[in-house]
């Protein structure tokens, strides 16, 4: 017999239950992690919302943006010991497609997701494939340690971009994931200025000492081109998932920048392909992150280039997961919240 | 007093008048060429249609795609001989711009077109700066010559896109530059599938050893992967210009696949941004050339690597310019027609 553990399920509907199930014991080549926090993504406000119901079901632990240290090990794991601190990359992919021969196994043409695909991490114990750990420093803050994933976004949107120091960067977009790609490209030495229309959200960009402008007020070409001596911005990064996002993103452009598509668009808007020609710009598709990725956000938040502490802006417990996804639908405010799932390590 | 020389003006309204005027001395770092083949471009065609008038005028020489020898040196220009084949690098930038700046004189912000933004080369003596000239070898012939510029743009074309021998490539849109396209990728050692509705451009390239695919008939993306084990076009050319082009562009991309934008795109098409994002797919915008470009195009029309005899469909006496456009305009089978200057050398 398993031992109790605490699990919150997605049951439709804007809904979850907080149950006891039997632990399951980690099977060849899995490793049980003991999970501290679980940071809410985006995509879990979607799950929430029920726009993923067919893709995740009514029967789901969900989360991925997790901090925990190794509770056991399956048959056949090595080079990992029980007590260690770690983060899970939840990316399992097929091995044989495509995409895997080319080297590409983050965007696997069956790439399962951990958390949405599987169970995920809103759960005291989270079996995973070993493949997937990341070992923290000792003495590195689980709570910080919760943000690693999302800043491995970042990182990888910022790895693809090629960003020098000393250039010009402009991130369309001030969400939690646009706020990041800030901290991350400024922390690499770019010259950042961030574009955002919601007031709240400029307030907490100018809070973490970013240059802002608010296209609702200003011509946000005119004020890139008034930064850049009239050259434009070496970087984008379109973050915002809007018309007016993507209108941007060729109008502030330098010659030759690049464009970072980070925003998923359901829908395809229409683009100034001319602008493309003229300027020989360059478009880059970015998707979650490669093992690289996960090594600089760990490095990025060990030695405090994301300020964390402004990012998190709310921990509930495991408990009262409901009220934590009620609350982070309806705040004009928030960033980062955080399910403090188990004790800190 | 100059010597007299022929020169055809395009003066508004599909229509060419063909006069001696006094030729130019070369003033100091110009150099005058003596023209011997200048091909017809399909910018030259947009003039023809009056498309350009408001940049042209009514009193201009055009033309760029050209051959010749050099026929005089203005002061101060060293390192060419009276004599010598060269081709002309048609562009003449600022050098004070941002692109300039950051060594992009090809697009520079005030780049100067020569042949439309100044006299061109449909005309027996052309001056032009000595920085624009590129020497040919000896023995290469004059009338293939004239191929170069519009090859340069396809080598652009492929040295951006990062073409690697064996990799799958997809052009779309089978004209004149789609066709230039296709023979460079080939030559670069890629697999190359070209794309095109029209039946008459789908019997040339099929005459040139191309493997083709009419989406009018078949499903592109299908006949795509059916060639690629499900894999998908490493390289794709948009060369079509056309909401179908990009629509194909994303739906027959392989994961992280390389795009070059060659079409120009006067309207905002819609683009399937979410297939950028899902197989981390790259665009490149692309205009004209850099020197290297000309270096590289000169090679493969001297190594042959290029089938010139075919790409050139017609050659008519700059007497006959009036006809020559006419008769192009109404081709469904012309590739490129070339306009003889004066003599060969």
């Known amino acids: 017999m398993g031992k109790k553990i605490t699990a919150a399920f997605y049951r439709g509907d804007k809904s979850f239950t907080v149950e006891q199930i039997e632990a399951a014991q980690p099977v060849a080549g899995e490793v049980a992690v003991r999970i501290a926090y679980c940071g809410i993504c985006g995509t879990d406000m979607h799950v929430y919302h029920g726009n993923m119901d067919a893709r995740v079901g009514f029967n789901r632990v969900i989360g991925h943006e997790m901090s925990g240290t190794v509770a056991a090990l399956g048959d056949g794991v090595e080079g990992l010991s029980v007590g260690q601190k770690v983060v899970v990359r939840p990316l399992d992919h097929c091995g044989e497609c495509p995409a895997c021969a080319a080297g590409h196994q983050h965007i696997c043409h069956k790439l399962k997701f951990l958390g949405l695909d599987t169970d995920g991490a809103m759960q005291e114990i989270w079996n995973v494939p070993a493949h997937t750990l990341h070992v923290l420093p000792d003495d590195l803050r689980m709570d910080h340690a919760a943000l690693i994933e999302p800043?491995?976004?970042?990182?990888?949107?910022?790895?693809?971009?090629?960003?020098?120091?000393?250039?010009?960067?402009?991130?369309?977009?001030?969400?939690?994931?646009?706020?990041?790609?800030?901290?991350?490209?400024?922390?690499?030495?770019?010259?950042?200025?961030?574009?955002?229309?919601?007031?709240?959200?400029?307030?907490?960009?100018?809070?973490?000492?970013?240059?802002?402008?608010?296209?609702?007020?200003?011509?946000?070409?005119?004020?890139?081109?008034?930064?850049?001596?009239?050259?434009?911005?070496d970087v984008v990064f379109e973050v915002s998932g809007s018309q007016p996002g993507v209108d941007a993103m060729t109008a502030c452009a330098a010659t030759r920048a690049r464009i970072v598509m980070v925003a998923i668009h359901a829908k395809k808007p229409q683009i100034d392909l001319f602008q493309f020609f003229w300027r020989e710009l360059k478009l880059f598709g970015a998707r979650v992150y490669e093992p690289e990725d996960y090594e600089k956000a760990i490095a990025i938040i060990t030695s405090g280039g994301v300020d964390a502490d402004t990012v998190i802006t709310d921990v509930s417990p495991l408990s009262e997961i409901q009220a934590a996804f009620e609350a982070l639908d309806k705040s004009p405010t928030a960033l980062k919240s955080l399910i403090k799932v188990g004790e800190d390590a």
């Open 151 to 233: 800043v491995a976004v970042a990182c990888h949107d910022v790895r693809l971009s090629g960003l020098e120091p000393g250039e010009d960067v402009l991130v369309i977009g001030g969400g939690p994931i646009g706020i990041l790609c800030a901290m991350v490209a400024r922390d690499a030495g770019g010259k950042v200025v961030l574009s955002e229309v919601n007031k709240n959200r400029l307030a907490i960009a100018e809070k973490l000492g970013f240059d802002t402008v608010n296209p609702a007020e200003q011509d946000l070409a005119a004020e890139i081109n008034a930064r850049t001596g009239d050259k434009g911005a």
